[in-house]
């Protein structure tokens, strides 16, 4: 007998705030299916107030409320059966965040968890992340998000070590890291690595996907350090307007996308590594598959 259900997904980013709603299929004897019904992304860049100011702005606070009444509305017409609401590392630096969350879930509904890059990372984890590590191999994982990123090294097929560092595209682009920051997470990734022979990386966030899908490669194949390096030079090489009229990036990614390869470009050369592999999961792929698990447990 099958089961469709749909659950719902709120990724509340630096850069973005995004709503996906999947169909989760359950038959019996058969593995259980996560299909994509619809996704809405709204570019409000929590992080550009936050990491100058400290605060959600007033504006942004609008326009955020304004969203969340959307995303609401639109699970009440998908008929969503469950979902979550994850802020990272805007809201959890926001001098007012957390009493915007409680205003947010007053006048929506919509509860919001104001998650640490920790978590983050074990959320993006719990998707088909793993299918993508070999028990034989070794991995720098890497999440570059707006204000944070998460890196964890995988061994033998599991988790080792993660740390999450303040180095995001929104806060390079308003220049809101030092460079002591860049230096601690140097330091992190060449002794958390140093002991394997051959690292590949695995990269996720809006922009490396961005970027693979602009090589136009097949899912699966990595990209090479090489590679990754003279699209940089590429990119560095236009205009933001280029950017956007040229490769048809949205304006909230043709400037995030080069600092985004900066983190990539330096993590790789600190681990040295020659490769990197993007399995295309994200944060709010992580949120679904983690409540379904979660709805498993008190089910069972």
Not at 80 to 109: D, L, P
Request: charged share 25%; proline share 2%; with cysteine.
């Amino acid at each position: 007998m099958l089961s469709i259900e749909k659950y719902a997904a709120i990724d509340i980013g630096s850069n973005a705030i995004r709503l996906l709603i999947s169909n989760v299929i359950e038959q019996k004897d058969t593995p259980t299916l996560f299909r994509k019904n619809a996704l809405i992304r709204v570019p409000i860049r929590l992080g550009e107030d936050v990491f100058t100011t400290g605060q959600i702005s007033q504006n942004n606070q609008r326009r955020m409320l304004d969203a969340m009444k959307s995303f609401n509305l639109l699970m009440h017409i998908h008929n969503v059966k469950h979902y979550r609401a994850c802020a990272t590392s805007a809201m959890r630096e926001a001098g007012n965040g957390y009493a915007f969350a409680k205003a947010i879930q007053e006048q929506t509904t919509i509860n919001i968890d104001i998650i640490n890059g920790e978590e983050e990372a074990a959320i993006i984890a719990a998707t088909d992340l793993y299918s993508f590590i070999k028990k034989d191999k070794t991995y720098l994982y890497i999440d570059v998000g707006g204000g944070s990123t998460e890196f964890t090294v995988y061994n033998e097929g599991k988790p080792v070590t993660s740390k999450s560092f303040k180095i995001g595209t929104v806060r390079l682009i308003n220049e809101n890291v030092a460079d002591t920051v860049w230096e601690s997470a140097q330091q992190w990734i060449e002794k958390n690595t140093q002991e394997y022979r051959s690292i590949r990386v695995l990269g996720t966030g809006g922009n490396i996907n961005k970027i693979f899908k602009l090589s136009g490669f097949k899912t699966g194949r990595p990209l090479t350090y090489l590679y990754l390096v003279g699209y940089y030079k590429k990119l560095a090489k236009m205009t933001y307007s280029q950017r956007i009229t040229e490769l048809s990036l949205n304006p909230d990614r043709a400037d995030v996308i080069i600092p985004a390869m900066e983190i990539y470009l330096k993590s790789m050369q600190w681990s040295k590594a020659e490769h990197i592999y993007v399995p295309k999961v994200g944060l709010a792929d992580g949120i679904i598959k983690s409540l379904y698990l979660a709805n498993l447990e008190i089910e069972g």
